[in-house]
C-alpha cells in the first residue's frame, strides 16, 4: 500500500478576486466559519496519510506561516486563563504535521509553483492541493486518490464534472479508457478551452497525486500566451511517456476561489456544526425571503 508523504499547497497568488479583503493578508487565510481555507486542505492531506506539507508562498504571506507555527504567547495567555478546550484546538494546528517553505519568485503559474518544489519533493511520488478548492468527503478525497494510484501507479488527477459554461475555467481532460469505478485512462489535457473546443466537461479540480518525472516536462513546457507555465500543459508532455489517470472523487466539493463559491462553503460548512446548525437554519428560514 502507497503512502504519498509529501504534499505541495501553491499559496503564491495575489487573491486579487478578493479585494481589500486580501490587501493585507493571504486569500488562503479566508475563513469558513471559524478555520482559515487552508486548514481545510492541510487536514485533508493529514487525514490521508501525508506527513510533510510543502508550502510555496510569496511575498505577504507570513500569516500561513504562523499559524501553523506554535504561538508560545497565545498559548500561555490560554493556559493561564484555562481555557483548556480553546488551548487543545490552538494545540492541534501547530501539531499537525511538518511544513517546509519554498519561494515562488515569480508569478509564473501552477506548473512553475509546482517545478520549485523539486528538490523539497526528491524523488518520490508526491499530491499537489489547490486550497481553494475545498472537498467534503468520506474517505477524504486525496485518500481516495492514493487508493487509486495504489492500482494504477501513475500519475492520479480528480476530475468532476461541470456544467458546459464553466468548462473554460478549468483544465479539461479527455477520456482514452474508462477502468470503472470513476477512474479513467486520460487521452489528452486541455488548460481552460473555449467552450466550444472542449473534448468533454470533466474538469481537473485541485488535487494531483504526480511522479517525479512531472519534474523535468515541467521544466521543457513553455509558458502560454499569459506568460505562465501551466501544470495542465507539463502533464500534456508528460502523458507522451507514460500513462495518465483522472478519477471522480465521491465528495462535496467547493470552489472557495470566488466569491459565490465561498459564501456556498461558509453556509455548507456551517450548517453541519453541531453549535451553530439550529439558530444558523432558523436565521436562514427567517429571512429567506429578503
Ligand atoms: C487551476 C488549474 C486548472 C484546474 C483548476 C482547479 O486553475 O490550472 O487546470 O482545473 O486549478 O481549481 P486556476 O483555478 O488556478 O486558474
Known amino acids: 500500500m502507497t503512502t504519498i508523504r509529501?504534499?505541495?499547497?501553491?499559496?503564491?497568488?495575489?487573491?486579487?478576486r478578493f479585494l481589500p479583503a486580501t490587501k493585507a493578508q493571504p486569500k488562503e487565510m479566508l475563513v469558513l466559519v471559524d478555520k482559515p481555507i487552508i486548514?481545510?486542505?492541510?487536514?485533508?492531506?493529514?487525514?490521508?496519510?501525508?506527513?510533510?506539507?510543502?508550502?510555496?508562498?510569496?511575498?505577504?504571506?507570513?500569516?500561513?506561516?504562523?499559524?501553523?507555527?506554535?504561538?508560545?504567547?497565545l498559548e500561555t495567555f490560554l493556559e493561564a486563563r484555562g481555557k483548556t478546550e480553546l488551548l487543545a484546538e490552538i494545540r492541534k494546528v501547530s501539531n499537525l504535521i511538518n511544513f517546509a517553505y519554498v519561494r515562488q519568485g515569480e508569478p509564473l503559474g501552477l506548473g512553475h509553483a509546482v517545478l520549485v518544489t523539486k528538490e523539497l519533493v526528491?524523488?518520490?511520488?508526491?499530491?499537489?492541493?489547490?486550497?481553494?478548492?475545498?472537498?467534503?468527503?468520506?474517505?477524504?478525497?486525496l485518500r481516495q486518490m492514493v487508493d487509486v494510484f495504489?492500482?494504477?501507479?501513475?500519475?492520479?488527477?480528480?476530475?468532476?464534472r461541470v456544467p458546459e459554461e464553466s468548462v473554460s475555467s478549468y483544465g479539461i481532460v479527455q477520456i482514452a479508457e474508462t477502468l470503472g469505478d470513476g477512474v479513467y485512462r486520460v487521452k489528452d489535457l486541455v488548460e481552460k478551452p473555449r467552450r466550444e473546443d472542449a473534448p468533454s466537461n470533466l474538469a481537473i479540480i485541485g488535487r494531483y497525486i504526480l511522479t517525479p518525472d512531472i519534474f523535468p516536462a515541467l521544466k521543457a513546457t513553455v509558458?502560454?500566451?499569459?506568460?505562465?507555465?501551466?501544470?495542465?500543459?507539463?502533464?500534456?508532455?508528460?502523458?507522451?511517456?507514460?500513462?495518465?489517470y483522472a478519477c471522480e472523487v465521491k465528495g462535496v466539493r467547493h470552489d472557495t476561489g470566488n466569491k459565490l463559491g465561498?459564501?456556498?462553503a461558509v453556509v455548507y460548512f456551517a450548517l453541519r456544526r453541531p453549535d451553530l446548525a439550529e439558530p444558523f437554519r432558523k436565521y436562514l428560514r427567517e429571512n429567506a425571503g429578503i
Do not use: C, M, W
Open 223 to 244: 509558458a502560454d500566451r499569459t506568460g505562465e507555465i501551466q501544470l495542465t500543459n507539463g502533464l500534456r508532455r508528460l502523458l507522451q511517456d507514460r500513462p495518465i
Open 122 to 141: 526528491g524523488q518520490e511520488p508526491f499530491a499537489v492541493i489547490l486550497g481553494d478548492d475545498v472537498i467534503d468527503a468520506d474517505p477524504p478525497a
Open 6 to 16: 509529501k504534499a505541495v499547497f501553491p499559496a503564491a497568488g495575489l487573491g486579487t
Open 150 to 160: 495504489d492500482r494504477v501507479q501513475g500519475p492520479v488527477l480528480a476530475v468532476e
Open 262 to 264: 465561498f459564501l456556498k
Open 39 to 73: 486548514q481545510y486542505g492541510v487536514e485533508e492531506a493529514v487525514a490521508s496519510g501525508v506527513d510533510n506539507i510543502i508550502l510555496v508562498t510569496g511575498r505577504g504571506k507570513n500569516a500561513i506561516e504562523d499559524h501553523f507555527d506554535v504561538s508560545i504567547e
